[in-house]
């Protein structure tokens, strides 16, 4: 598959990866995250773009923090005990929205991320990373992770131009809210 640096509203998904309580609190940059993760989120709901979350081990990790879930409605919440978020339930959800651009946003770059990332570009989809929406323990982890999803194919960007790139015109209605929200 040709790797294309084009997001489209009526072809993405947004897919959140196990920002949860316990993980949190241990990135240095979780302020960050949070918020661009939240600007995407609130950017997806404009748009009317579906949304996923993941949870790596509830039990140990808590759940999707409060300040990502607030009340609203995700496609679906995958429940995982393996690293790929990649499951039977992702696959699933994934067919049924018929869609391939995957935007990543979530926790931690050189495991989880990575593997799911690895395994939807292996199956098909085009992955854009939010690079200022995902983190690591590490600045090393963080930049080896980028790096090796960059080679497997996946588009490495971040916030802004993701979502410039679904606006594509500022003469629509959604982007005096979403210009907002990044500034």
């Known amino acids: 598959m040709k790797k294309s640096f084009t997001v489209d509203e009526d072809n993405t ?40 979350i993941t949870e790596q081990y509830r039990k140990g990790l808590g759940s999707t923090i409060k300040e990502i879930t607030k009340e609203r409605e995700f496609y679906a919440n995958i429940q995982k005990t393996t690293f790929s978020a990649y499951n039977d339930q992702l696959k699933t959800a994934l067919k049924e929205l018929g869609k391939k651009n995957i935007v990543v946003a979530g926790m931690e770059t050189h495991v989880c991320v990575l593997q799911t990332v690895r395994d939807l570009v292996a199956d098909g989809y085009q992955v854009h990373l939010a690079t200022d929406a995902i983190t690591s323990r590490t600045e090393a982890n963080y930049q080896n992770g980028l790096n090796l999803m960059q080679d497997l194919g996946a588009v490495v960007s971040n916030t802004e131009t993701i979502l410039f790139d679904l606006l594509k015109d500022s003469n629509r209605p959604e982007f005096k809210p979403i210009s907002k929200l990044i500034k």
């Open 13 to 52: 998904v947004l897919l959140i990866i196990d920002i949860q309580d316990r993980l949190v609190v241990v990135m240095d940059d979780r302020e960050e995250v949070v918020g661009n993760t939240n600007k995407l989120i609130e950017s997806s709901e404009l748009l009317d773009i579906p949304m996923i």
